[in-house]
């Protein structure tokens, strides 16, 4: 793969117009050329039923395009996506190898960043993960861009229409059973709108079915029991610091890592639904 790159680069194939001379009479011109391999770290699953998996083929195609090529380390529980995401590709008439996906472990991860073929590292994750990612670039001198962790707010203010308030909640916040790096997590309602809003909130997401996503449901299990048993201790711990909870909050008695939608209110800083992501 890079001899393949190195080669289409020396033969100003790739970019019939890579280099451009630039104003003024000094002769410098301005070249556009691929870093040649870049890996790309993924920490998360999309687990939604019709994905068209648009995260991760965001990041790959823009890279693919200008000429590089893209090397994959999903996460490790769910290399059947990871591999299918390699089949997309072939699929589509990349070139063989242009894009592989690489099974291994992520102990192993710093080995590749190290590896002198690899040009740039591009990371989505939690902050552990990227500072670990980041110092690694770091010390090769390696281009690296991070996703990190987060809890986006969504903000009612006092004008808002409720109920296109609520509608809209709803759809930012249980995409993909709520494991989305921008799904709404914080919900920030003035004092006159937030007992309206936390009752037509509760209606709405009382009608919303769980279960297999094969089915037509609204949400559907998480990515594993450990990331289940994480998120109802965040949500436990919340509540015993003062919180109050509406809905959900338990662990349903069915096979599979499923978890209700939950609604707490009153939480507070100091309270892990307030100072922590709660991914899911």
């Known amino acids: 793969l890079h001899n393949y790159f190195f080669q289409r680069i020396r033969m100003n194939i790739l970019f019939e117009n890579a280099w451009a001379q630039t104003s003024g009479s000094g002769g ?18 999309l687990i939604r039923p019709q994905s068209k998996k648009q995260k991760e083929h965001k990041e790959m195609i823009s890279s693919l395009v200008v000429g590089n090529g893209v ?10 996506c990871a591999y299918a995401i390699e089949d997309c590709f072939k699929d589509a008439g990349y070139h ?11 102990t192993k991860v710093d080995n590749v960043i190290n590896n002198n073929k690899i ?8 902050t552990p993960a990227g500072i670990s990612v980041a110092k690694k670039a770091g ?10 962790g987060g809890s986006d707010p969504y903000l009612i203010f006092e004008d808002a229409n409720i109920d296109i308030a609520v509608s809209a909640c709803i759809d930012g916040r249980i995409l993909n059973a709520g494991q989305s790096c921008i799904a709404a997590k914080r919900l920030i309602i003035t004092k006159n ?41 965040q949500v436990m711990n919340t509540i015993e610091a003062g919180a109050t909870l509406h809905i959900g909050g338990y ?9 209700p939608i ?16 709660i991914f899911g």
């Open 251 to 259: 662990i349903p008695d069915i096979e599979g890592a499923y978890y």
């Open 139 to 148: 010390e090769n001198l390696k281009k690296a861009v991070l996703e990190l």
């Open 96 to 106: 063989e190898n242009i894009f592989k996906n690489l099974c291994i472990p992520g």
């Open 71 to 80: 090397i994959l380390k999903h996460a490790s529980n769910v290399q059947g």
């Open 262 to 277: 939950t609604l707490i209110s009153g939480v507070a800083p100091g309270m892990p639904g307030f100072d922590e992501e």
């Open 28 to 45: 410098s011109f301005l070249g556009f050329l691929p870093l040649v391999i870049i890996f790309v770290v993924f920490y998360f699953l």
């Open 193 to 233: 709108n937030e007992e309206d809003f936390i009752e037509k909130l509760k209606s709405q997401l009382s009608l919303k079915i769980m279960g297999d996503p094969i089915d037509d449901v609204d949400i559907g299990p998480m990515v594993s029991n450990d990331s289940r048993k994480e998120v109802h201790e």
């Open 119 to 126: 040009s740039a590292v591009t990371l989505t994750g939690s």
